[in-house]
């Protein structure tokens, strides 16, 4: 039996999806108009739009996030606040484990499965990390990004925040398939997601008060900077932080009419004669 | 007999083993950990000296300032890491304009890093090894220990110059690289100005003029 709410999300997360899949639709690569040329390089083509929700996010959390975050940081002993990680984490752990199957990581998914039972049992529900087996999140999108879907246009949720459009489609589709919501869902358990994701994005702000504010304060365009920031850590963890190479952007320099390649930011240089004379200028 | 026969292979075996090893390696593979080893250097006097300089209380801070600008210069290619930052506006921007963001950013670098690393308050830093990229290019792996919490990943890129001293050119904090965070950050400004980089130089004058000295 199919209850009459969780049919109501299912349309809501389908018109979502619908949406997701238009905005992809209208990304088609401008011209060579100067306002454009970080197109290449950032993919934000409803960058105004993005900008909009970013500000709104930025405010919500200016007046209720970060106010709970900080509270929840100095209130609760460190102890606590590690057994709540702990508890989501693991929570987490089936998810992941399907995730890493899907993405044909064996390895992997036999930690998750070890943390999961040993932690379950033994942790005490997953309070306490005993497996120490250092599980990375293994998202959807993730997921669809090692089957070589491309992550799509920036997209600024609002509440969720930073996303790409390959990402906003995970989130949805794990929302169904996430077996610790079935769980809940078949058990009745009224509204289990949300406090889970409440609870999720109260220990996320509340490790980050600093480094985001540090960010801000540093920043000249806050937006760009997250926007840069988020997709290099996604992708670092699409490829599990283990890529045997650290990614890295080709730093040289630019040739005239050298186009950059559509998804990555490979730019070819000329080389740095010139620069290094006029750099010793400029440097004294 | 057979005891000091046996004794004698015993003690020589390890060289028959290592004896070709020791052979092959060619001057190239020499001159390979060399640039390693001077790369891990590098990094690891920097480190020191900026934690050093920086922790320090009984030094003034215009004298701190003074101090870390010498260590930004005579560590980092600035030149090269600005220019790959502005990247595309680059050839646009006039030569005055290019002069004044060279110096603008380097001032701008000097204000973000020199407050993070004087907030760094008992972490260490662990150089872990060093790889070559390529003929120019070493990538040293390097950790920050936290009194909580786990290990921060840092890497550190360095380049030869045209004189063949080794420079830093780019810093991967857990595999983001902060040349490329600035390079889209600043570029984002450019367009939002209508791709003139004098928006870019505004802000930064202001962005540096603000900050605390």
Redesign the interface.
């Known amino acids: 039996m199919i209850s009459k709410k969780f049919k109501s999300t299912l349309v809501s997360s389908c018109v979502a999806i619908a949406m997701a899949g238009l905005l992809g639709g209208c990304a088609t690569p401008p011209g060579d108009d100067t306002t454009n040329v970080t197109y290449n390089e950032v993919h934000d083509p409803i960058e105004p739009l993005n900008r909009y929700f970013f500000d709104v996010n930025n405010a919500i959390d200016a007046v209720a996030l970060k106010p709970i975050a900080h509270i929840y940081r100095d209130a609760l002993p460190e102890g606590v606040q590690e057994s709540v990680s702990n508890f989501l984490h693991n929570l987490s752990q089936p998810i992941y484990f399907l995730n890493n199957i899907a993405q044909g990581d064996l390895d992997g998914a036999g930690d998750n499965m070890g943390a999961f039972f040993t932690n379950t049992f033994l942790g005490i529900g997953g309070l306490f990390d005993v497996a120490k087996l250092d599980t990375q999140n293994e998202d959807l999108g993730q997921t669809f990004a090692v089957w070589g879907i491309s992550e799509g246009p920036y997209l600024v949720l609002p509440i969720l925040g930073p996303n790409t459009s390959r990402e906003a489609v995970g989130i949805v589709g794990e929302y169904f398939i996430d077996p610790a919501n079935l769980v809940a869902r078949n058990n009745d358990v009224a509204n289990f997601a949300l406090y889970r994701a409440a609870g999720n994005v109260v220990d996320f702000r509340s490790k980050s008060i600093e480094s985001l504010d540090e960010i801000e304060k540093n920043s000249i365009d806050f937006y760009a900077a997250v926007r840069s920031l988020y997709r290099q850590n996604r992708k670092n963890l699409i490829l599990d932080g283990k890529g045997e190479m650290t990614p890295l952007p080709d730093i040289s320099f630019e040739m005239e009419d050298d186009q950059p390649a559509s998804d990555s930011v490979s730019l070819l240089f000329e080389d740095d004669d010139a620069t290094s004379k006029k750099a010793s200028s400029i440097a004294n | 007999m057979l005891v000091k026969k046996l004794m004698i292979l015993a003690v020589a075996a390890p060289f028959l083993v290592t004896a070709p090893l020791l052979v092959t390696p060619v001057s190239s593979a020499y001159a390979e950990t060399a640039r390693e080893t001077s790369a891990i250097g590098l990094v690891e006097k920097l480190g020191t000296e900026a934690v050093n300089l920086l922790s320090n209380a009984d030094v003034s801070a215009d004298d701190k300032r003074v101090g870390f600008t010498k260590l930004i ?1 005579t560590n980092f290619n ?7 930052v502005l ?5 646009k921007a006039s030569k005055e304009q ?2 004044e963001f ?2 603008l950013f ?1 001032q701008y670098i000097i ?2 890093y020199q ?2 690393i004087g907030d760094y308050a008992g972490e260490n830093l662990k150089i872990v090894k060093a ?1 070559p ?1 390529n003929k120019k290019e070493v ?1 040293v ?1 390097s950790q920050i220990l936290r009194p909580k919490g786990p290990p921060i ?1 840092l ?1 550190w ?1 360095v ?1 030869n ?2 004189k063949g001293e080794q420079k830093i ?2 810093m ?1 904090v ?4 902060m ?3 600035h ?10 100005n ?2 003139e980089v004098e928006g ?1 130089l505004e ?2 004058r202001s ?1 540096v003029s603000d900050a605390p000295k």
């Open positions: 210069k600035m030149p090269l890491i600005g220019r790959f990247g595309k506006h680059w050839k290019q002069a060279q110096s380097q204000v973000t407050k993070r790889t990229l990538l792996n990943k890497d890129r380049r110059t045209k050119i780019d991967i857990e595999n983001v690289s040349a490329l965070t390079r889209e950050e600043f570029s984002s400004v450019v367009s939002r209508g791709g870019l802000k930064l962005h």
